[in-house]
């Protein structure tokens, strides 16, 4: 893990790094907004980008950051993993609301294939978990 100087940031990298992902909801924003890497909607709203980023963590495997550049409400937190046997490198982008929570991440990600491989893996979580039922119309 890499030091910054941020909480919010520094416990979004312990989130991950623990590997229990239910501590995402308290560093998030109540109107807090997700673009993944996978498609161009948003997900919005502090329960279901929680949920998504749960389901995310747990397709990644090997998960790390390299690098996390920031100051004030903007970071950039550089990461690499892989999604099955495929490698991934990508960046979060974060923003940060006047409370110091998260209020946007957005999410981009190479190589290509293995972005579809997770977006195979997502759409097969998500759509066997019960809560997204209710999330589904925001993507709509």
């Not at 590997?19 to 924003?29: K, Q, T």
């Not at 996978?38 to 998504?52: I, S």
């Not at 293995?114 to 997204?132: E, Q, S």
């Amino acid at each position: 893990m890499i030091p910054v100087s941020h909480p919010t940031i520094m416990k979004m990298q312990e989130i991950v790094a623990s590997g229990d992902h239910s501590g995402f909801a308290e560093l998030l924003a109540e109107n807090a907004r997700f673009q993944p890497p996978t498609y161009w909607k948003t997900w919005t709203g502090r329960e279901p980008v929680a949920a998504v980023l749960g389901h995310v963590a747990h397709v990644f495997s090997d998960f790390r950051y390299r690098r996390v550049l920031g100051e004030g409400k903007d970071w950039i937190l550089e990461f690499q993993c892989k999604v099955g046997d495929l490698d991934a490198v990508g960046v979060d982008l974060i923003t940060l609301n006047d409370d110091g929570l998260i209020e946007e991440i957005e999410v981009a990600m190479r190589p290509y294939k293995t972005v579809g491989a997770l977006r195979d893996a997502m759409n097969a979580r998500v759509m066997t978990d019960a809560r997204f039922l209710k999330y589904r119309e925001a993507l709509s």
